[in-house]
């Protein structure tokens, strides 16, 4: 069995940052590799729907950013540790939300924008921003 373990989320004050992690497990059981997919992160936000928010394809070489995170949200992934990464700066009280991981079969050159085509699924990370 795959799993996805978030951490990182928390409350913070309006301006502040955290870095969320996203830890893959089972990868290896299932004769699979982390570069076997891409990776997202989506938020969801009390009565709204979930979006992708940033999402980085298998080899690194392509990233994606929703323009409400542009140049304040970056992704990245480290193989060795299966482990995905989002780090958010500036964050706004419209950045408050579930935070999930997401991981979709690599196709070669996309990532996961959208939920259809995710395979898996973390349990979500609560991120707080007070004003």
């Known amino acids: 069995q795959v799993h996805l373990e978030e951490s990182g989320g928390g409350l913070v004050q309006a301006g502040g940052s955290l870095m969320l992690s996203c830890t893959a497990s089972?990868?290896?059981?299932?004769?699979?590799?982390?570069?076997?997919?891409?990776w997202g992160w989506f938020r969801q936000a009390p009565g709204k729907e979930r979006e992708g928010i940033s999402c980085?394809?298998?080899?690194?070489?392509?990233?994606y950013y929703r323009d409400s995170v542009k140049g304040r949200f970056t992704i990245s992934r480290d193989d060795a540790k299966n482990t995905l990464y989002l780090q958010m700066n500036s964050l706004t009280p419209e950045d408050t939300a579930m935070y999930y991981c997401?991981?979709?079969?690599?196709?070669?050159?996309?990532?996961?924008?959208?939920?259809?085509?995710?395979?898996?699924w973390g349990q979500g990370t609560q991120v707080t921003v007070d004003s």
């Open positions: 089972g990868l290896r059981d299932r004769g699979l590799a982390f570069d076997d997919y891409a």
């Open positions: 980085i394809n298998w080899s690194g070489t392509y990233t």
């Open positions: 997401a991981a979709e079969p690599s196709n070669g050159l996309g990532c996961p924008e959208e939920p259809a085509g995710v395979d898996y």
